[in-house]
T-cell receptor, first 109, second 115 residues
């Protein structure tokens, strides 16, 4: 059974600071996704990582994948308030996505 | 492209009544659709997977007689919550994928409140 664990579950940080969210998964599978969810809203796709060593960047967010360590990271650079949201990683096993528990990020001025 | 809609976005119903939620893929044919449930401050939990024209596959612990799923066409799946109770109050999110890839496209979600 594929298990996906994120940490931390809650992150409060100051604007301008850097931080990393970690996503560990238990078994090998095809690809790793990162999503953003704003309160009361559905999921917004951020990144899809397909292979070992994959790195993708969009603005202040950078995601990477290490399949040997079964680890993906989402790095936040110089955080701004607009990044406040809940971030989920997910890994697929065949048809299905298994989600991590989510990291609720709060960026304070 | 790859837009998924859900209707209604919010619904309030009384205990004992049934509620139907629609999930539509607007610009692609969805061979597979997924229904998720999300409680406040929790992650998404897969309820069931449906393929067009066949019966849905439910996850362990999900009552198939309570959560009726129909995937009658390549662009529409419906979830009917029968005899709703307050504990069914939740955020229901559908997603859809084609048979060409693994990516799931998520709908905007439906907030169900049972009073």
């Amino acid at each position: 059974e594929l298990k996906v664990e994120q940490n931390p579950l809650f992150l409060s940080m100051q604007e301008g600071k850097n931080y990393t969210i970690y996503c560990n998964y238990s078994t090998t599978s095809d690809r790793l996704y990162w999503y953003r969810q704003d309160p009361g809203k559905s999921l917004e796709s951020l990144f899809v990582l397909l292979s070992n060593g994959a790195v993708k960047q969009e603005g202040r967010l950078m995601a990477s994948l290490d399949t040997k360590a079964r680890l993906s990271t989402l790095h936040i650079t110089a955080a701004v308030h607009d990044l406040s949201a809940t971030y989920f990683c997910a890994r697929n096993a065949g048809n299905m996505l298994t989600f991590g528990g989510g990291t609720r990020l709060m960026v304070k001025p | 492209g790859a837009v998924v809609s859900q209707h209604p976005s919010r619904v309030i119903c009384k205990s004992g009544t049934s509620v139907k939620i629609e999930c539509r893929s607007l610009d692609f044919q969805a061979t597979t659709m997924f229904w998720y449930r999300q409680f406040p401050k929790q992650s998404l939990m897969l309820m069931a997977t449906s393929n067009e024209g066949s019966k849905a596959t439910y996850e362990q612990g999900v009552e198939k007689d309570k959560f009726l799923i129909n995937h009658a066409s390549l662009t529409l799946s419906t979830l009917t919550v029968t005899s709703a109770h307050p504990e069914d109050s939740s955020f229901y999110i559908c997603s859809a994928r084609t048979d060409l890839g693994y990516e799931q496209y998520f709908g905007p979600g439906t907030r169900l409140t049972v009073t």
